[in-house]
């Protein structure tokens, strides 16, 4: 005999998911969606060199001068 299945209820503050997943999506394209929200004023405080000095902007290691 099969049993039902309950399907899973949303909790509160869950919003409605379209019907394409993260999983079916390029990570580029959840990327620049993130990026998008991310206002003018914010990036403007992302480091330049912040791939190259990186050990400098975590953890304070000396920064290397390009």
């Known amino acids: ?3 039902a ?6 909790s509160r ?6 019907k394409e997943t993260n999983a079916q999506r390029p990570i580029w394209e959840t990327v620049a969606e993130l990026g998008s929200q991310i206002s ?7 480091p330049d060199d912040s ?3 990186y050990k400098h ?6 920064a290397k001068h390009v």
């Open 57 to 62: 902007h975590l953890y304070g290691a000396p």
């Open 40 to 46: 003018d004023d914010e990036w403007e405080k992302v």
């Open 5 to 10: 299945v309950k399907p899973k209820r949303k």
């Open 13 to 18: 503050g869950q919003k409605e998911h379209p």
């Open 51 to 53: 791939s190259i000095n």
């Open 1 to 3: 005999m099969a049993t």
